[in-house]
Nanobody, 127 residues
Framework: QVQLVESGGGLVQAGDSLRLSCAASGRAFETLDMAWFRQAPGKEREFVATVRWSDSSPYYVDSVKGRFTISRDNAKNTVYLQIHSLKPEDTAVYYC????????????????????WGQGTQVTVSP
């Protein structure tokens, strides 16, 4: 089992920056693929970014490239999502997700690929 706890969300203004954190416990963090998803009101949960267990290589959905940065600190069992130039359309609950790493050079972007989820942290961006 893996326990995930997100933090760092809040109410911000358009153009602000925010850093979300997700602390993991319960399994060797360095063997986990980690990802961030988000879910806006009335919409399905969507993939945002992932960072591989094997080489910490990141992958992003096209809509956030250049503004979002995912990173991991294996010594702290934590994955981060740095967000710059926030937009009102970034308003959502942001979820951290984890799966046991398998393929060394594979990115997993689907909700069903992840076995472990945090409770989510709300990010609200005002115009």
């Amino acid at each position: 089992q893996v326990q995930l706890v997100e933090s760092g969300g809040g109410l911000v203004q358009a153009g602000d920056s925010l850093r979300l954190s997700c602390a993991a416990s319960g399994r060797a963090f360095e063997t986990l693929d980690m990802a961030w998803f988000r879910q806006a009101p009335g919409k399905e949960r969507e993939f945002v970014a992932t960072v591989r267990w094997s080489d910490s290589s990141p992958y992003y959905v096209d809509s956030v490239k250049g503004r979002f940065t995912i990173s991991r600190d294996n010594a702290k069992n934590t994955v981060y999502l740095q967000i710059h130039s926030l937009k009102p359309e970034d308003t959502a609950v942001y979820y951290c997700a984890a799966r046991q790493g398998e393929g060394r050079y594979v990115y997993y972007t689907q909700v069903k690929a992840y076995d472990y989820w945090g409770q989510g942290t709300q990010v609200t961006v005002s115009p």
